[in-house]
């Protein structure tokens, strides 16, 4: 157990890090207008915009609740957790060197694709719920 701690305490650290610059920093109204019901493609910014952080799942949940907090949509906070954890460039650096390009691009584009269809599910359900 104290293994797993050590591996992903910097994660955490980073991640609440991130989330306190977004909570106390950046404005709600920013995150409404990016990531908020009036736009469309909240889920395809934010899936994009988790592909240059290197983070685990840990490290992207403070930032997950304070976008949540500021306005963002469920399917959009869940699409940025996502991309963070499956699409990040580090990740597919490392993975270019165990697999060939084309299986790397049907990865890449399979887990975007589905990454995108889950986080639009997710705004939709969140929207009939409310």
Not at 103 to 112: D, G, R
Request: charged share 10%; net charge positive.
């Amino acid at each position: 157990m104290l293994i797993t701690v050590k591996k992903v305490f910097s994660y955490v650290i980073i991640g609440v890090s991130i989330g306190a610059i977004i909570h106390n920093w950046i404005p709600e109204n920013l995150i409404v207008n990016l990531l908020g019901s009036e736009n469309p493609l909240g889920v395809v910014i934010a899936t994009i915009a988790g592909v240059p952080i290197y983070a685990d799942i840990f490290g992207t949940i403070p930032i997950a609740e304070a976008l949540l907090l500021k306005g963002a949509e469920l399917g959009v906070v869940l699409s940025f957790m996502m991309g963070v954890t499956t699409l990040s460039l580090p990740s597919i650096i490392m993975l270019r060197k165990a697999v060939k390009p084309k299986l790397l691009v049907i990865f890449i584009t399979i887990c975007t694709v589905g990454i995108i269809l889950v986080g639009y599910f997710f705004n939709a359900v969140q929207n009939i719920m409310l």
